[in-house]
């Protein structure tokens, strides 16, 4: 039996849960509303302050859908309480960002500015100008959002120049030695 699919899901007091036919569950919280359809094999019911997922029989299928099912469950209710946050760090001489209106305007080393426009459900802030902080209650918006900021200049391994995450250790390389005589 899968150990997380095992696991209940302690639901906390103001958020309420909806879980209709084909498994459509909506999760209502402090902090907004999360829709998913979640895979119809599993049976997800509601016990209280406890969510339970089980799963029809052990077929390879059912046994990867049981993990899975639990932890966006569990992700939807973490998101509508706590939310998610990435923080980036943008590394480079010349290299700053800032927010001008509700977009985020990035100046990368290129010839132009980069400039993102922040998804329906997603904030951005920057605390200071080598500093990127996208946060929002769905941990798979914040993530995409937060990959595709990343992607615009990416760290390099020479320099370590480039947009990367707050906990991301970048491997640094030794450059060229010159020629000895």
């Given at each position: 039996m899968s150990r997380i699919g095992r696991a209940p899901i302690a639901v906390p007091a103001?958020?309420?849960?909806?879980?209709?036919?084909?498994?459509?569950?909506?999760?209502?919280?402090?902090?907004?509303?999360?829709?998913?359809?979640?895979?119809?094999a599993m049976?997800?019911?509601?016990?209280?302050?406890?969510?339970?997922?089980t799963r029809p029989n052990?077929?390879?299928?059912?046994?990867?859908?049981?993990?899975?099912?639990?932890?966006?469950l569990h992700n939807m209710v973490v998101g509508v309480t706590d939310g998610f946050k990435k923080t980036l760090d943008v590394n480079g001489v010349g290299y700053r960002v800032a927010m001008e209106g509700g977009k985020l305007v990035m100046n990368l080393g290129y010839s132009?500015?980069?400039?993102?426009?922040?998804?329906?459900?997603?904030?951005?802030?920057?605390?200071?100008?080598?500093?990127i902080t996208v946060s929002g209650?769905?941990?798979?918006?914040?993530?995409?959002?937060?990959?595709?900021?990343?992607?615009?200049?990416?760290?390099?391994?020479?320099k370590g120049k480039g947009i990367?995450?707050?906990?991301?250790?970048?491997?640094?390389?030794v450059g060229k030695t010159g020629v000895k005589k």
């Open positions: 103001g958020v309420e849960i909806k879980i209709e036919d084909n498994n459509l569950v909506t999760v209502k919280g402090p902090k907004g509303t999360l829709t998913q359809q979640l895979h119809p049976t997800i019911k509601q016990d209280g302050a406890e969510l339970h997922v052990d077929l390879k299928e059912n046994r990867s859908l049981h993990g899975l099912t639990r932890t966006l132009h500015q980069v400039i993102m426009e922040a998804p329906e459900g997603i904030t951005i802030e920057t605390p200071s100008a080598n500093q209650s769905d941990k798979q918006l914040v993530g995409q959002f937060a990959a595709e900021v990343r992607e615009k200049r990416p760290p390099e391994p020479y990367k995450y707050s906990d991301e250790v970048i491997r640094r390389k």
